[in-house]
Structure formats: structure tokens, C-alpha cells
């Protein structure tokens, strides 16, 4: 059946409205300086930071490049590709992850059952496909589920923290989220409970705090389980270079790690710092986006309806049209395009720029 591209504009207008709390909510994975993809034509190629085609399109989809390769779909099919554009582990899997930490999670579909694995950079399947799901490595293990429950695996896919969670977010700084009958509470590597499941809602360790929600009401703890921050939030986002975005009423702004605001709430919404910058949401009925800097300063000003954060100096934005179609492109610290705007109308393309905005979250992986 064929989607309308108003439809498509509308599912792309939904998708900006979320991206920042759908992506706040799981804590970054540092992607490579580039090359960063593109669309033209319905295929997804890559250009470099200055704005250079250095991958021609030529696939159904295409992500962000991870330790050197990026996850693109040939078909119905994923694979990885190198900066060159050789593909260096072929398009034969059902769905991909990025790699992280020298392995990434793929998955097969063998008589009529779906089940995850994990390919090094040479493409060899170093841990069989027995997972129902799986997610990211790091500090050396990766969760996973292989009956019902979710547990941690190590590098020879041995669990090595039982299967007890419904829930479970990879290591950081030597903790890891876990989720027992709604509530969240952190590990560590041995499959202690270091922080128990206490809290409705919890994010990843960063910079040794997390941010955790009881009550409606969000602080941060750090590594030695104690609150440092009161819980005295409506929302807040993880620590990155050193400020943290917090909402206060209706509206975002950011604190420092004593828990001061240092950039008064104004925004409608707030993303990360990164590179120096962090999203912010303009208020009223047209809400745009902008950058600020550490200050509070407006850097760059709002005018996107789609802005994601800073990665080797370039960020990807984009503006919508009554008409349904899309002006998508990367933008340099300084506001200006590196690449683009480039202008979207047909469905194909809308489709493929549709999951470049969205991270190319192609995967099911499940942090």
C-alpha cells in the first residue's frame, strides 16, 4: 500500500516533537566524526564535514558510523559498510546494530524464529545467535534476554549475571539500569544490586551521577547511592559537560552538578551539551529550535523544527513545508549548512531522510 506524503509529513512532524525525549532517554554512545548520511533520490548515501559526497547513495537505508562501519540495509537485508563505502560485512542480516567495543548485535531469522547474535569488525558471528533480544556491550558485557528474563553476557556469551530483570541498560562507569516489576535500580559487573529497585523511572550514569524519578519528582543520586541533588524536578536529563537539562514548571533549563541553575528555564524542551552547544525549544505556538551555549546564550537561533545534537562539528536540522515536504541538512556550529538544505518531496525520500533524523534507529536493540 502506498503512504501518502502527507501522511509521511505527519508521522515526521510527530517524530521531531519527540526526538529529544525519545533519544534523552537512553544516554549516548559517542558516534564516529563522519561521514554522515544522506538521502537522494530514495537511497542514502554519506558526505563529509564539509559538506562533500564521499558515499554515493546507494542504500535502502544507512547510519551513523560506530569504530569505523555503519549499519545499511541492501534490500531487506543489513550490513556494514566501511568510510569507503565497501561493505565489509555482508547485507545478510534481518536487522543491526552499531558496533561498540569491537562487537555489534545482529539478528537472523531462522525457521520462523528471530534470534540475536553478535559479529566482529570481520564479520564473524564470535557469539551464536540463542538471544530473543540484546543490546550494546560495554565495561565487557552486553544484556541480553535467552528465555524470558534479561541478564548480562560476556564477550564469549556466557551470562555471567543471571536472567532476573525485565529490564536492562548497558554499563556505565560500572553500574548498569535494571528494571524489577516497574521499578529501577543499578548493578555492577559482578551482578550486585548496588542501588535497589526503588525508582519509576532512572537514567545511565554520567559524568557519576544519575538522574532518578520517584514520585513524579526527579534528583540525582551519585555512585555511593546518595542523593546529591533533591528531587525536586518535573524532568531531567543525564550530566554532559557538566550541566544537565532539567524542567521546572513548563519550562527547561540547565543545572550544574551541585544542582544550581545556571541557565534559567525558558525553553519549551532541552537536549544535551554537546560540543559546546545543546538543543533548545523555543516557546509558543511555533516552537522552533535552536542552539545554546554553555552561557544561555542563544548561538544559534531557533528557527528548525527538527534539530539533532552536535557530532564532529556538524549537526543534522531540518524545516518543514505545509506541503509535506522536508528541507533536511547539516548545520556547523556557526548556524550555517554544510550540507544542504535539501528539499524532499517525494515519498521515498521523505521515508529514508525520515530515519536519518531519527538516528537511523533501524534496530530493535533494547537498552
Same mark, same amino acid.
Given at each position: 500500500?502506498?503512504? /501518502?506524503?502527507?501522511?509521511l509529513f505527519m508521522i515526521l512532524l510527530a517524530l521531531a516533537l519527540s526526538a529529544v525525549s525519545c533519544r534523552e532517554r537512553t544516554d549516548r554512545v559517542r558516534r564516529d566524526d563522519g561521514p554522515f548520511p544522506m538521502a537522494e533520490n530514495?537511497?542514502?548515501?554519506?558526505?563529509?564535514?564539509?559538506?562533500?559526497?564521499v558515499i554515493a547513495p546507494a542504500f535502502e537505508l544507512g547510519g551513523d558510523f560506530y569504530e569505523g562501519l555503519a549499519v545499511v540495509r541492501r534490500g531487506d537485508k543489513y550490513g556494514f559498510i566501511n568510510k569507503k563505502g565497501r561493505e565489509v560485512i555482508k547485507a545478510v542480516y534481518t536487522d543491526a546494530a552499531h558496533f561498540h567495543e569491537g562487537l555489534a548485535a545482529v539478528r537472523k531469522t531462522e525457521d520462523g524464529k528471530d534470534r540475536w547474535c553478535y559479529v566482529n569488525r570481520k564479520g564473524?558471528?564470535?557469539?551464536?545467535?540463542?538471544?530473543?533480544?540484546?543490546?550494546?556491550?560495554?565495561?565487557?558485557?552486553?544484556?541480553?534476554?535467552q528465555n524470558s528474563k534479561w541478564g548480562y553476557?560476556?564477550?564469549?556469551?556466557?551470562?555471567?549475571?543471571?536472567?532476573?530483570?525485565?529490564?536492562?541498560?548497558p554499563f556505565h562507569q560500572g553500574l548498569a539500569r535494571i528494571a524489577l516489576g516497574g521499578d529501577n535500580g543499578f548493578v555492577n559487573r559482578n551482578g550486585r544490586l548496588m542501588v535497589n529497585p526503588?525508582?519509576?523511572?532512572?537514567?545511565?550514569?554520567?559524568?557519576?551521577?544519575?538522574?532518578?524519578?520517584?514520585?513524579? /519528582?526527579?534528583?540525582?543520586?551519585?555512585?555511593?547511592?546518595g542523593f546529591v541533588i533533591p528531587?525536586?524536578?518535573r524532568d531531567a536529563r543525564?550530566?554532559?559537560?557538566?550541566?544537565?537539562?532539567?524542567?521546572?514548571?513548563?519550562?527547561?533549563?540547565?543545572?550544574?552538578?551541585?544542582?544550581?541553575?545556571?541557565?534559567?528555564? /525558558?525553553?519549551?524542551?532541552?537536549?544535551?551539551?554537546s560540543q559546546g552547544l545543546a538543543m533548545a525549544q523555543s516557546a509558543g505556538e511555533d516552537a522552533k529550535w535552536g542552539f545554546v551555549n554553555r552561557k544561555g546564550r542563544l548561538a544559534i537561533p531557533a528557527q528548525f523544527d527538527f534539530a539533532d545534537s552536535f557530532s564532529g562539528g556538524l549537526?543534522?536540522?531540518a524545516t518543514y513545508t505545509r506541503d509535506g515536504s522536508v528541507s533536511f541538512g547539516y548545520i556547523n556550529r556557526k548556524g550555517d549548512y554544510a550540507w544542504g538544505p535539501q528539499r524532499y518531496s517525494k515519498p521515498a525520500d521523505i521515508a529514508a531522510i525520515k530515519e536519518i533524523m531519527s538516528g537511523a534507529g533501524m534496530y530493535e536493540e533494547v537498552y
Open positions: 500500500m502506498r503512504i /501518502r506524503t502527507t501522511a530514495g537511497k542514502v548515501g554519506f558526505v563529509n564535514a564539509k559538506g562533500k559526497v564473524r558471528e564470535v557469539i551464536p545467535c540463542r538471544f530473543k533480544a540484546a543490546g550494546m556491550f560495554s565495561d565487557g558485557l552486553a544484556p541480553a534476554v553476557i560476556d564477550r564469549k556469551g556466557r551470562f555471567v549475571v543471571e536472567e532476573a530483570y525485565d529490564s536492562a541498560g526503588q525508582y519509576g523511572a532512572a537514567m545511565n550514569y554520567s559524568q557519576g551521577l544519575a538522574a532518578v524519578m520517584r514520585d513524579g /519528582r526527579w534528583g540525582y543520586i551519585n555512585d555511593s547511592r528531587m525536586q524536578f543525564s550530566f554532559y559537560q557538566d550541566l544537565a537539562a532539567v524542567q521546572v514548571g513548563d519550562k527547561w533549563g540547565f543545572i550544574n552538578r551541585r544542582g544550581r541553575l545556571v541557565i534559567q528555564p /525558558r525553553f519549551a524542551r532541552a537536549g544535551d551539551f549537526a543534522r536540522a
